[in-house]
């Protein structure tokens, strides 16, 4: 039995499209958030449960032989949250579970919540759970969303490059290794997109590619603070080391590195910046 999280988000819902003939079981903190996103599921392939509920997870994870575990949402209490789901995965008996890290994931990372991600495999090693890795970089999806009203990013990138990936290539790769886990058991892919831009590339090619003014202006980091907090008075210090650490790890080429992996496991080229921007 297959089970797939995160398919009422962004990524894991693409996942759950591509897998739909092998009628996944889906896990979701609210079924009525499945409404709307396409043929409804049949019932008895929705269990609901929420990372932080281990016993609740472990129930859902019942019979479960593969589960795709799409990253909490981004909290104080993350790693908690996964340590709960994964440590549940392995109580329920799962032969392989696949997660969505991150590229730069490491202790030390830059970015950091990389440094959730870190933890999550670790917790995932200690489990001793077979399991597939899939370090996404950031994705391209959402580099152009960085522009604020004005069609301005603003940022400490400097002249670092990010070797974005299209949350289209993550949904096919994980697609691929869901169909087939045991050949990835143990596997750590690393995926990007097929170049590395630097964020005033981003905003030229946004700009060419929509028609849509869009610009990239160095910030210092003390500036990147000081504009985030005016934008976001209300945001948490986690969320404000989140935002500006996403532009000094592109700065310190955390997140320069181009990987063959999409196409390997894919067959087909990443998909471009621009084919992000037309949907494609």
Do not use: K
């Amino acid at each position: 039995m297959l089970a797939l999280t995160g398919v009422t988000g962004a990524l894991g819902g693409l996942v759950a499209a591509r897998l739909a003939d092998l009628d996944p079981l889906l896990l979701v903190r609210d079924p009525s958030r499945l409404a709307g996103a396409g043929d409804p599921p049949v019932p008895d392939r929705v269990r609901t449960c929420t990372y932080a509920d281990g016993a609740a997870c472990e129930r859902a994870l019942a019979g479960v032989t593969t589960v795709l575990m799409v990253s909490a949402a981004e909290s104080p209490r993350r790693r908690e949250e996964h340590r709960s789901f994964i440590a549940a995965a392995a109580r329920a008996g799962v032969a392989h579970l696949v997660y969505t890290s991150f590229a730069g994931a490491a202790a030390d990372a830059t970015f950091t919540l990389g440094r959730d991600h870190h933890d999550a495999e670790e917790a995932i090693a200690e489990s001793g759970l077979p399991a597939t890795l899939l370090r996404d970089n950031f994705y391209a999806d959402v580099l152009p969303l960085f522009a604020d009203g004005g069609g301005v990013i603003r940022g400490p990138a400097g002249d670092g490059r990010v070797a974005a990936v299209a949350r289209a290539d993550v949904a096919d790769v994980a697609a691929v290794v869901l169909r087939d886990p045991g050949a990835h058991a143990g596997a750590a892919y690393q995926l990007t997109g097929g170049e590395a831009l630097t964020m005033a590339e981003v905003a030229t090619r946004t700009t060419a590619a929509t028609g849509r003014r869009t610009t990239y202006v160095e910030e210092t980091v003390d500036e990147a603070y000081a504009s985030r907090r005016a934008g976001w008075p209300d945001a948490a210090e986690f969320e404000l080391d989140a935002w500006v650490s996403t532009y000094t790890a592109i700065a310190d080429g955390s997140c320069a590195e181009v990987t063959d992996d999409v196409r390997r496991l894919t067959g087909h080229a990443p998909r471009s910046l621009e084919d992000v921007l037309a949907g494609r």
